[in-house]
């Protein structure tokens, strides 16, 4: 139908990484386990197969392991801004993008899984 848009999602489900991330001391020196999700939607119409005509998730998990390895900020909502600016920026027909970020094996004392944030632009 002319005049509609064509809109999907993209989604990387549990990316694993190891970074040196955190406010405290031990967590920039030994690191710990991130997980990471990234949802984008896209504004394009593949047509034709041919890879030009949408947007590439496979530069996404390469961009994201980037910024994981080279980042050394105290913050995981810090990360998320990092990693949803950068990937946003990637093709304009990027839209809205959510990062959720969990943290495995946190220096609390607690019984938990992990500590999550979820954020979106």
């Known amino acids: 139908m002319k005049g509609m848009r064509f809109m999907y999602t993209i989604k ?3 990316m694993q990484f190891h970074a040196h991330i955190g406010v405290l001391p031990e967590e920039k020196v030994v690191g710990q386990a991130l997980q990471i999700d990234l949802v984008t939607e896209i504004d ?3 047509k034709d ?7 590439s998730y496979g530069d996404f998990y ?3 392991q980037q910024i ?6 105290n913050l995981i909502e810090t990360l998320a801004q990092s990693i949803i600016s950068t990937i946003k920026s990637l093709d304009n027909r990027i839209g809205k993008t ?4 969990r943290k495995v094996g946190l220096p609390i ?7 999550e944030i979820e954020m979106e632009r």
């Open 109 to 115: 004392d607690g019984i938990m899984d992990n500590v």
């Open 49 to 55: 197969d041919q890879l030009s005509t949408t947007v």
């Open 44 to 46: 394009a119409e593949p």
């Open 12 to 14: 990387l489900n549990n």
């Open 62 to 64: 390469q961009h994201v």
């Open 68 to 73: 994981v390895t080279n980042s050394r900020v």
């Open 98 to 101: 959510t990062v959720k970020i």
